[in-house]
Protein backbone atom coordinates (compact mmCIF):
# COMPACT_ATOMS: atom_id res chain seq x y z
CA UNK A 1 0.00 0.00 0.00
CA UNK A 2 0.84 3.62 -0.61
CA UNK A 3 2.80 5.45 2.16
CA UNK A 4 2.27 8.92 0.36
CA UNK A 5 0.15 10.37 -2.46
CA UNK A 6 -0.28 13.69 -4.94
CA UNK A 7 -3.74 14.77 -5.16
CA UNK A 8 -3.26 16.93 -8.98
CA UNK A 9 -6.45 18.89 -8.40
CA UNK A 10 -8.08 21.37 -6.38
CA UNK A 11 -11.35 22.35 -4.32
CA UNK A 12 -13.98 19.43 -3.33
CA UNK A 13 -12.36 16.64 -4.88
CA UNK A 14 -8.72 17.92 -4.04
CA UNK A 15 -10.39 17.59 -0.39
CA UNK A 16 -12.46 14.07 -1.10
CA UNK A 17 -9.45 12.39 -1.64
CA UNK A 18 -7.45 14.19 1.23
CA UNK A 19 -10.25 13.11 3.86
CA UNK A 20 -10.18 8.87 1.90
CA UNK A 21 -6.19 8.74 2.78
CA UNK A 22 -6.19 10.46 5.58
CA UNK A 23 -8.84 7.44 7.11
CA UNK A 24 -6.39 4.90 4.96
CA UNK A 25 -3.34 6.68 7.35
CA UNK A 26 -1.68 7.39 3.70
CA UNK A 27 -0.10 11.05 3.56
CA UNK A 28 -0.71 13.58 1.39
CA UNK A 29 0.53 15.92 -1.18
CA UNK A 30 -1.57 18.85 -2.02
CA UNK A 31 -1.03 21.09 -5.05
CA UNK A 32 -2.39 24.60 -5.59
CA UNK A 33 -2.09 27.64 -7.99
CA UNK A 34 -1.63 30.68 -7.13
CA UNK A 35 -5.32 31.95 -7.45
CA UNK A 36 -5.69 28.87 -4.62
CA UNK A 37 -2.74 29.91 -2.25
CA UNK A 38 -4.18 29.95 1.60
CA UNK A 39 -7.09 27.96 0.37
CA UNK A 40 -8.48 26.11 3.99
CA UNK A 41 -8.46 22.56 2.51
CA UNK A 42 -4.57 22.58 1.95
CA UNK A 43 -3.93 22.58 5.65
CA UNK A 44 -5.53 19.06 5.82
CA UNK A 45 -2.34 17.49 3.34
CA UNK A 46 0.64 16.93 4.96
CA UNK A 47 2.41 18.88 2.32
CA UNK A 48 1.46 21.83 -0.52
CA UNK A 49 3.16 23.10 -3.16
CA UNK A 50 2.86 25.73 -6.09
CA UNK A 51 2.41 24.51 -9.57
CA UNK A 52 1.70 27.77 -11.08
CA UNK A 53 -0.06 30.73 -11.60
CA UNK A 54 -3.63 30.99 -11.74
CA UNK A 55 -4.19 30.05 -15.50
CA UNK A 56 -5.27 26.28 -15.19
CA UNK A 57 -3.42 25.95 -18.48
CA UNK A 58 -0.40 27.14 -16.61
CA UNK A 59 -0.58 25.07 -13.62
CA UNK A 60 -2.84 22.58 -12.98
CA UNK A 61 -2.60 21.20 -16.69
CA UNK A 62 0.97 21.29 -16.22
CA UNK A 63 2.55 18.17 -16.16
CA UNK A 64 6.23 19.37 -15.98
CA UNK A 65 4.73 21.22 -12.73
CA UNK A 66 2.68 18.40 -11.60
CA UNK A 67 5.24 15.94 -12.07
CA UNK A 68 8.04 18.39 -10.18
CA UNK A 69 5.93 18.47 -7.43
CA UNK A 70 5.47 14.95 -7.35
CA UNK A 71 9.51 14.14 -7.21
CA UNK A 72 10.02 17.10 -4.41
CA UNK A 73 7.15 15.55 -2.21
CA UNK A 74 8.25 12.13 -2.68
CA UNK A 75 4.93 10.43 -3.51
CA UNK A 76 4.40 6.62 -5.05
CA UNK A 77 0.61 7.57 -7.00
CA UNK A 78 -1.13 10.67 -8.67
CA UNK A 79 -4.99 10.50 -8.05
CA UNK A 80 -5.72 12.91 -10.79
CA UNK A 81 -9.43 13.55 -9.58
CA UNK A 82 -11.61 14.67 -12.42
CA UNK A 83 -11.07 17.42 -15.47
CA UNK A 84 -8.08 18.66 -15.44
CA UNK A 85 -5.57 15.84 -16.43
CA UNK A 86 -7.58 12.84 -15.42
CA UNK A 87 -8.15 11.72 -18.90
CA UNK A 88 -4.60 12.20 -20.57
CA UNK A 89 -3.12 9.32 -21.65
CA UNK A 90 0.23 11.19 -22.47
CA UNK A 91 -0.12 12.45 -18.69
CA UNK A 92 -0.73 8.71 -17.07
CA UNK A 93 2.17 7.44 -18.89
CA UNK A 94 4.48 10.45 -17.75
CA UNK A 95 3.85 9.33 -14.42
CA UNK A 96 4.26 5.88 -14.81
CA UNK A 97 7.79 6.60 -16.45
CA UNK A 98 8.62 8.63 -13.49
CA UNK A 99 7.92 5.38 -11.71
CA UNK A 100 4.88 6.99 -10.32
CA UNK A 101 2.01 5.06 -10.33
CA UNK A 102 -1.29 6.94 -11.94
CA UNK A 103 -4.35 6.34 -9.53
CA UNK A 104 -6.75 5.05 -12.45
CA UNK A 105 -6.58 2.92 -15.57
CA UNK A 106 -3.23 2.16 -17.78
CA UNK A 107 -2.48 4.62 -20.37
CA UNK A 108 -3.70 2.11 -23.58
CA UNK A 109 -7.18 1.13 -21.85
CA UNK A 110 -7.78 5.39 -21.18
CA UNK A 111 -6.62 5.85 -24.82
CA UNK A 112 -9.12 3.45 -26.24
CA UNK A 113 -11.57 4.95 -24.68
CA UNK A 114 -10.83 8.22 -25.40
CA UNK A 115 -11.50 7.21 -29.20
CA UNK A 116 -14.96 6.91 -29.10
CA UNK A 117 -15.13 5.11 -32.53
CA UNK A 118 -13.25 2.84 -30.82
CA UNK A 119 -15.25 2.41 -27.57
CA UNK A 120 -18.01 2.20 -29.62
CA UNK A 121 -16.26 -1.09 -31.48
CA UNK A 122 -15.44 -2.51 -28.52
CA UNK A 123 -18.87 -2.52 -27.30
CA UNK A 124 -19.93 -4.19 -30.44
CA UNK A 125 -17.77 -6.93 -29.27
CA UNK A 126 -18.48 -6.94 -26.06
CA UNK A 127 -22.02 -7.30 -27.36
CA UNK A 128 -23.15 -4.20 -25.86
CA UNK A 129 -26.55 -2.72 -28.00
CA UNK A 130 -25.16 0.32 -29.27
CA UNK A 131 -27.04 3.10 -31.35
CA UNK A 132 -27.40 2.11 -35.16
CA UNK A 133 -24.81 4.07 -37.04
CA UNK A 134 -22.05 4.39 -39.17
CA UNK A 135 -19.68 1.18 -38.38
CA UNK A 136 -16.66 3.41 -38.37
CA UNK A 137 -15.25 6.37 -39.53
CA UNK A 138 -17.45 9.05 -42.34
CA UNK A 139 -14.85 9.23 -45.01
CA UNK A 140 -17.00 10.82 -47.12
CA UNK A 141 -20.06 12.58 -47.93
CA UNK A 142 -21.25 10.37 -49.82
CA UNK A 143 -21.14 7.76 -47.08
CA UNK A 144 -22.70 9.95 -44.64
CA UNK A 145 -25.86 9.93 -46.68
CA UNK A 146 -25.99 6.28 -47.14
CA UNK A 147 -25.83 5.75 -43.37
CA UNK A 148 -28.28 8.13 -42.59
CA UNK A 149 -30.52 6.66 -45.34
CA UNK A 150 -29.87 3.07 -43.75
CA UNK A 151 -31.04 4.41 -40.26
CA UNK A 152 -33.43 7.18 -40.88
CA UNK A 153 -33.02 10.69 -40.46
CA UNK A 154 -32.60 12.49 -37.71
CA UNK A 155 -28.97 11.59 -37.45
CA UNK A 156 -26.11 12.82 -35.39
CA UNK A 157 -22.40 13.19 -36.44
CA UNK A 158 -20.32 12.63 -33.38
CA UNK A 159 -16.57 13.52 -33.49
CA UNK A 160 -14.26 10.45 -32.43
CA UNK A 161 -12.35 12.93 -29.82
CA UNK A 162 -15.32 14.47 -28.26
CA UNK A 163 -17.38 13.22 -25.89
CA UNK A 164 -19.50 15.25 -23.28
CA UNK A 165 -21.84 16.46 -25.71
CA UNK A 166 -18.66 18.76 -27.20
CA UNK A 167 -18.21 18.78 -31.18
CA UNK A 168 -21.95 16.99 -32.06
CA UNK A 169 -24.13 18.10 -35.07
CA UNK A 170 -27.77 17.24 -35.85
CA UNK A 171 -29.20 16.94 -39.11
CA UNK A 172 -32.67 15.91 -40.17
CA UNK A 173 -31.90 16.22 -44.23
CA UNK A 174 -29.56 15.74 -47.04
CA UNK A 175 -28.95 18.58 -47.67
CA UNK A 176 -28.47 19.81 -43.67
CA UNK A 177 -26.34 16.52 -43.41
CA UNK A 178 -23.85 17.50 -45.98
CA UNK A 179 -22.94 20.76 -44.30
CA UNK A 180 -22.81 19.57 -40.70
CA UNK A 181 -20.55 16.77 -42.02
CA UNK A 182 -18.31 19.73 -43.40
CA UNK A 183 -18.70 21.90 -39.99
CA UNK A 184 -18.26 18.89 -37.11
CA UNK A 185 -15.08 18.02 -38.92
CA UNK A 186 -13.49 21.33 -39.29
CA UNK A 187 -15.16 21.93 -35.45
CA UNK A 188 -13.51 18.58 -34.38
CA UNK A 189 -9.85 18.99 -35.93
CA UNK A 190 -9.89 23.00 -34.16
CA UNK A 191 -10.86 21.63 -30.80
CA UNK A 192 -9.27 18.51 -30.71
CA UNK A 193 -6.84 18.63 -33.46
CA UNK A 194 -8.52 15.46 -34.71
CA UNK A 195 -11.34 15.88 -37.15
CA UNK A 196 -12.38 12.16 -37.58
CA UNK A 197 -16.75 12.08 -37.32
CA UNK A 198 -19.32 9.01 -37.06
CA UNK A 199 -22.68 8.90 -36.71
CA UNK A 200 -25.37 7.38 -35.36
CA UNK A 201 -29.48 7.63 -35.19
CA UNK A 202 -30.75 10.69 -33.17
CA UNK A 203 -32.39 9.45 -29.72
CA UNK A 204 -34.85 12.25 -28.74
CA UNK A 205 -35.37 13.28 -25.69
CA UNK A 206 -32.76 10.65 -23.91
CA UNK A 207 -32.85 9.86 -20.47
CA UNK A 208 -28.92 10.27 -19.04
CA UNK A 209 -28.14 6.49 -16.95
CA UNK A 210 -24.47 5.81 -16.11
CA UNK A 211 -22.91 2.40 -15.02
CA UNK A 212 -20.58 2.93 -12.14
CA UNK A 213 -17.85 0.11 -12.50
CA UNK A 214 -14.74 -0.81 -10.57
CA UNK A 215 -11.67 -3.14 -11.95
CA UNK A 216 -8.45 -4.36 -9.86
CA UNK A 217 -5.37 -5.96 -11.42
CA UNK A 218 -6.57 -9.38 -10.94
CA UNK A 219 -9.34 -9.81 -13.46
CA UNK A 220 -12.10 -8.70 -10.97
CA UNK A 221 -14.99 -6.26 -12.10
CA UNK A 222 -17.94 -5.44 -10.33
CA UNK A 223 -20.09 -2.97 -11.13
CA UNK A 224 -21.92 -0.77 -8.48
CA UNK A 225 -25.18 0.03 -9.79
CA UNK A 226 -26.71 3.00 -11.72
CA UNK A 227 -27.60 6.90 -11.63
CA UNK A 228 -29.53 8.85 -13.49
CA UNK A 229 -28.12 12.19 -14.63
CA UNK A 230 -30.97 13.48 -16.72
CA UNK A 231 -31.44 16.77 -14.96
CA UNK A 232 -28.96 18.67 -16.72
CA UNK A 233 -28.92 21.81 -18.80
CA UNK A 234 -25.97 22.07 -21.56
CA UNK A 235 -24.28 19.17 -21.06
CA UNK A 236 -23.76 20.41 -17.22
CA UNK A 237 -25.43 18.18 -14.94
CA UNK A 238 -27.38 19.52 -12.01
CA UNK A 239 -29.09 16.66 -10.21
CA UNK A 240 -27.71 12.98 -9.94
CA UNK A 241 -29.87 10.04 -8.17
CA UNK A 242 -29.49 6.46 -7.69
CA UNK A 243 -31.47 4.02 -8.30
CA UNK A 244 -32.92 5.35 -11.86
CA UNK A 245 -36.53 6.38 -12.19
CA UNK A 246 -36.26 5.28 -16.49
CA UNK A 247 -35.84 1.92 -16.24
CA UNK A 248 -37.37 -1.57 -15.24
CA UNK A 249 -35.32 -3.67 -12.65
CA UNK A 250 -35.14 -6.50 -15.73
CA UNK A 251 -33.40 -3.60 -17.65
CA UNK A 252 -31.25 -2.32 -15.12
CA UNK A 253 -29.94 -5.87 -14.44
CA UNK A 254 -29.10 -6.43 -18.52
CA UNK A 255 -27.62 -2.50 -18.77
CA UNK A 256 -25.32 -3.17 -15.51
CA UNK A 257 -24.05 -6.51 -16.46
CA UNK A 258 -23.25 -4.79 -19.90
CA UNK A 259 -21.60 -2.28 -18.81
CA UNK A 260 -19.39 -4.66 -16.70
CA UNK A 261 -18.48 -7.02 -19.65
CA UNK A 262 -17.59 -3.86 -22.00
CA UNK A 263 -15.05 -3.27 -19.05
CA UNK A 264 -14.04 -6.44 -19.20
CA UNK A 265 -13.10 -6.69 -23.33
CA UNK A 266 -11.47 -3.53 -22.57
CA UNK A 267 -8.82 -4.93 -19.91
CA UNK A 268 -9.79 -2.17 -18.05
CA UNK A 269 -8.33 -1.50 -14.32
CA UNK A 270 -9.46 0.94 -11.68
CA UNK A 271 -13.45 2.79 -11.87
CA UNK A 272 -15.39 3.82 -14.85
CA UNK A 273 -18.39 5.50 -15.24
CA UNK A 274 -20.28 3.68 -18.54
CA UNK A 275 -23.19 5.91 -20.33
CA UNK A 276 -26.28 4.88 -22.13
CA UNK A 277 -28.41 7.02 -23.17
CA UNK A 278 -32.20 5.47 -23.03
CA UNK A 279 -34.89 6.03 -25.22
CA UNK A 280 -38.40 6.36 -25.13
CA UNK A 281 -39.44 2.90 -25.06
CA UNK A 282 -36.72 1.82 -22.16
CA UNK A 283 -34.18 0.65 -24.41
CA UNK A 284 -30.60 1.38 -23.87
CA UNK A 285 -27.59 2.45 -25.87
CA UNK A 286 -23.70 2.54 -25.12
CA UNK A 287 -22.79 6.65 -25.66
CA UNK A 288 -19.19 6.67 -23.87
CA UNK A 289 -17.18 5.33 -21.30
CA UNK A 290 -15.18 7.65 -19.08
CA UNK A 291 -12.22 6.75 -17.63
CA UNK A 292 -12.05 8.50 -14.29
CA UNK A 293 -13.78 9.21 -11.19
CA UNK A 294 -16.83 11.21 -11.35
CA UNK A 295 -18.34 14.20 -10.03
CA UNK A 296 -21.40 12.40 -8.68
CA UNK A 297 -19.81 9.20 -7.45
CA UNK A 298 -21.15 10.09 -3.97
CA UNK A 299 -24.64 8.96 -5.32
CA UNK A 300 -23.55 5.43 -5.62
CA UNK A 301 -21.35 6.00 -2.12
CA UNK A 302 -24.48 6.20 -0.31
CA UNK A 303 -26.80 3.54 -1.99
CA UNK A 304 -23.89 0.89 -1.70
CA UNK A 305 -21.72 1.76 0.96
CA UNK A 306 -18.94 1.43 -0.62
CA UNK A 307 -15.84 4.29 -0.30
CA UNK A 308 -15.16 4.71 -4.04
CA UNK A 309 -11.68 6.81 -3.76
CA UNK A 310 -10.90 4.41 -1.20
CA UNK A 311 -11.12 1.53 -3.32
CA UNK A 312 -9.49 3.62 -6.34
CA UNK A 313 -6.57 3.89 -4.00
CA UNK A 314 -6.65 0.30 -3.23
CA UNK A 315 -6.91 -1.16 -6.73
CA UNK A 316 -4.07 1.16 -7.98
CA UNK A 317 -1.77 -0.42 -5.19
CA UNK A 318 -2.86 -3.86 -6.53
CA UNK A 319 -4.82 -4.83 -4.08
CA UNK A 320 -7.67 -6.91 -5.03
CA UNK A 321 -11.41 -5.66 -4.54
CA UNK A 322 -12.42 -6.72 -1.11
CA UNK A 323 -16.22 -7.44 -2.45
CA UNK A 324 -18.21 -9.73 -5.43
CA UNK A 325 -20.87 -8.48 -7.42
CA UNK A 326 -23.14 -10.53 -5.16
CA UNK A 327 -21.91 -8.24 -2.08
CA UNK A 328 -23.18 -4.73 -3.91
CA UNK A 329 -26.45 -4.14 -3.58
CA UNK A 330 -28.41 -1.06 -3.56
CA UNK A 331 -29.94 0.55 -0.54
CA UNK A 332 -32.33 3.00 -0.40
CA UNK A 333 -32.09 6.06 -2.56
CA UNK A 334 -29.68 8.98 -2.96
CA UNK A 335 -29.66 12.58 -4.59
CA UNK A 336 -26.88 15.10 -5.40
CA UNK A 337 -27.36 18.25 -6.14
CA UNK A 338 -24.39 20.34 -7.51
CA UNK A 339 -23.74 23.56 -5.83
CA UNK A 340 -22.73 26.32 -8.69
CA UNK A 341 -21.41 29.27 -7.79
CA UNK A 342 -23.81 30.60 -11.03
CA UNK A 343 -26.80 32.87 -11.39
CA UNK A 344 -29.55 30.81 -12.78
CA UNK A 345 -31.58 34.27 -13.36
CA UNK A 346 -28.69 35.69 -16.04
CA UNK A 347 -28.35 32.90 -18.10
CA UNK A 348 -26.03 31.09 -15.52
CA UNK A 349 -23.33 32.98 -15.13
CA UNK A 350 -20.57 32.42 -13.64
CA UNK A 351 -21.02 34.23 -10.01
CA UNK A 352 -17.61 34.05 -8.02
CA UNK A 353 -16.75 36.41 -5.25
CA UNK A 354 -16.92 36.52 -1.25
CA UNK A 355 -18.64 33.76 0.25
CA UNK A 356 -19.73 36.32 3.31
CA UNK A 357 -21.77 33.71 5.21
CA UNK A 358 -22.05 29.76 4.65
CA UNK A 359 -24.37 27.68 6.47
CA UNK A 360 -24.00 24.25 5.86
CA UNK A 361 -26.79 21.60 5.82
CA UNK A 362 -26.60 18.67 8.36
CA UNK A 363 -28.75 16.43 10.13
CA UNK A 364 -29.97 12.49 9.14
CA UNK A 365 -29.11 11.57 5.72
CA UNK A 366 -27.17 14.19 5.27
CA UNK A 367 -23.56 15.14 3.14
CA UNK A 368 -21.62 18.11 2.24
CA UNK A 369 -18.99 17.41 0.12
CA UNK A 370 -17.07 21.21 -0.13
CA UNK A 371 -14.41 22.36 0.45
CA UNK A 372 -15.72 26.38 1.13
CA UNK A 373 -16.62 28.07 4.01
CA UNK A 374 -17.26 31.62 5.13
CA UNK A 375 -15.06 33.80 4.20
CA UNK A 376 -13.73 31.66 0.96
CA UNK A 377 -13.57 33.55 -2.10
CA UNK A 378 -13.98 31.86 -5.26
CA UNK A 379 -11.98 32.35 -7.67
CA UNK A 380 -13.55 33.10 -11.00
CA UNK A 381 -10.69 30.52 -13.16
CA UNK A 382 -12.26 27.53 -12.41
CA UNK A 383 -15.51 25.24 -12.96
CA UNK A 384 -18.22 27.04 -10.70
CA UNK A 385 -19.44 24.15 -8.56
CA UNK A 386 -18.40 24.94 -4.72
CA UNK A 387 -20.03 21.91 -3.56
CA UNK A 388 -22.62 19.22 -3.77
CA UNK A 389 -25.27 18.30 -1.62
CA UNK A 390 -26.04 14.55 -1.37
CA UNK A 391 -29.32 13.22 0.81
CA UNK A 392 -29.75 9.33 1.34
CA UNK A 393 -33.14 7.63 2.36
CA UNK A 394 -35.17 4.82 2.15
CA UNK A 395 -37.22 5.90 -0.71
CA UNK A 396 -36.91 8.35 -3.61
CA UNK A 397 -39.81 10.52 -1.88
CA UNK A 398 -38.11 11.01 1.41
CA UNK A 399 -34.86 11.18 -0.57
CA UNK A 400 -36.57 14.20 -2.26
CA UNK A 401 -38.26 15.72 1.42
CA UNK A 402 -34.73 15.58 2.83
CA UNK A 403 -33.34 17.63 -0.02
CA UNK A 404 -35.71 19.92 0.04
CA UNK A 405 -35.40 20.72 3.66
CA UNK A 406 -30.97 20.84 3.41
CA UNK A 407 -31.68 23.12 0.74
CA UNK A 408 -34.01 25.70 3.05
CA UNK A 409 -31.40 25.12 5.28
CA UNK A 410 -28.26 26.10 3.45
CA UNK A 411 -27.02 29.88 2.67
CA UNK A 412 -24.50 31.31 1.08
CA UNK A 413 -24.33 34.63 0.78
CA UNK A 414 -22.68 36.66 -1.17
CA UNK A 415 -22.36 35.29 -4.68
CA UNK A 416 -25.45 33.76 -6.19
CA UNK A 417 -25.98 29.72 -6.72
CA UNK A 418 -28.01 27.45 -8.42
CA UNK A 419 -29.94 26.93 -4.69
CA UNK A 420 -33.49 28.41 -6.10
CA UNK A 421 -33.43 26.72 -8.85
CA UNK A 422 -32.96 23.07 -7.42
CA UNK A 423 -35.61 24.24 -5.27
CA UNK A 424 -37.81 24.51 -8.14
CA UNK A 425 -37.03 21.61 -10.14
CA UNK A 426 -37.16 19.57 -6.94
CA UNK A 427 -40.69 20.38 -6.11
CA UNK A 428 -42.05 20.06 -9.54
CA UNK A 429 -44.54 17.18 -10.25
CA UNK A 430 -42.76 15.61 -13.40
CA UNK A 431 -39.77 15.49 -11.30
CA UNK A 432 -41.74 14.12 -8.13
CA UNK A 433 -42.80 11.07 -10.95
CA UNK A 434 -39.53 10.75 -12.48
CA UNK A 435 -40.72 11.90 -15.64
CA UNK A 436 -37.80 13.23 -16.52
CA UNK A 437 -34.86 13.33 -19.63
CA UNK A 438 -32.79 15.36 -20.96
CA UNK A 439 -34.54 18.29 -22.00
CA UNK A 440 -36.44 18.60 -18.99
CA UNK A 441 -34.63 21.36 -17.52
CA UNK A 442 -34.50 23.52 -20.64
CA UNK A 443 -38.04 22.78 -21.48
CA UNK A 444 -39.60 23.63 -17.95
CA UNK A 445 -37.41 25.90 -16.47
CA UNK A 446 -35.99 28.37 -19.02
CA UNK A 447 -37.29 31.24 -20.57
CA UNK A 448 -37.70 32.11 -24.30
C1 LIG B 1 -26.65 11.07 -28.24
C2 LIG B 1 -27.94 11.68 -28.12
C3 LIG B 1 -28.92 11.25 -28.95
N1 LIG B 1 -28.69 10.29 -29.87
N2 LIG B 1 -26.47 10.11 -29.17
C4 LIG B 1 -24.36 14.02 -25.33
C5 LIG B 1 -23.12 13.82 -24.57
C6 LIG B 1 -22.50 12.58 -25.04
N3 LIG B 1 -22.06 11.82 -23.92
C7 LIG B 1 -23.55 11.88 -25.82
N4 LIG B 1 -24.66 12.78 -25.91
C8 LIG B 1 -25.78 12.44 -26.59
N5 LIG B 1 -25.63 11.45 -27.50
C9 LIG B 1 -27.47 9.75 -29.97
N6 LIG B 1 -27.27 8.82 -30.90
C10 LIG B 1 -28.10 12.67 -27.17
C11 LIG B 1 -27.02 13.05 -26.40
C12 LIG B 1 -27.30 14.08 -25.45
C13 LIG B 1 -27.17 13.88 -24.08
C14 LIG B 1 -26.72 12.65 -23.56
C15 LIG B 1 -26.58 12.48 -22.21
C16 LIG B 1 -26.89 13.51 -21.34
C17 LIG B 1 -27.30 14.70 -21.82
C18 LIG B 1 -27.45 14.91 -23.18
C19 LIG B 1 -27.90 16.14 -23.65
C20 LIG B 1 -28.04 16.33 -24.99
C21 LIG B 1 -27.72 15.32 -25.89
Same mark, same amino acid.
Not at 52 to 64: E, M, N, Q, T, W
Not at 378 to 383: A, G, H, L, R
Given at each position: ???????? #???????????????????????????????? =???????? =?? %????????????????????????????????????????????????????????????????????????? !???? %????? *???? +????????????????????? !????? *?????????? #?? +??????????????????????????? =??????? &????????????????????????????? +???????????????????????????????? #???????????????????????????????????????? !???? +??????????????? %????????????????????????????????????? &???????????????? =?????????????????????????????????? !?????????????????????????????????
Amino acid at each position: MYQRILIA #NRGEIALRIIRACRELGIETVAIFSEADRGSA =YLDLADEA =YC %VGPAKAADSYLRIANVISAAEVGNVQAIHPGYGFLAENAHFNEVCRSCNIDFIGPMPEAMAQLGDKNAARDLA !KRAK %VPVVP *GSDG +LIESPEQALKFAHEVGFPVLI !KAVAG *GGGRGMRVAS #ND +LALKSALQQAQAEAQAAFGNGAVYLEK =YVEQPRH &VEVQVIADHHGNAVHLWERDCSVQRRHQK +LIEESPSTSITPETRAEMCEAARRLILEANYT #NAATVEFIVDKDGKYYFIEVNARIQVEHPVTEMVTGIDLI !KQQI +LVASGEKLPFTQDDV %VQKGHAIECRINAEDPKRNFQPSPGRIERLIAPGGFG &VRFDSHAHSGYVVPPY =YDSMIGKLIVHQPTRREAIATMLRALSEMRVDGI !KTVIPLHVEILSHSAFAEGRIDTTFVERTFMAT
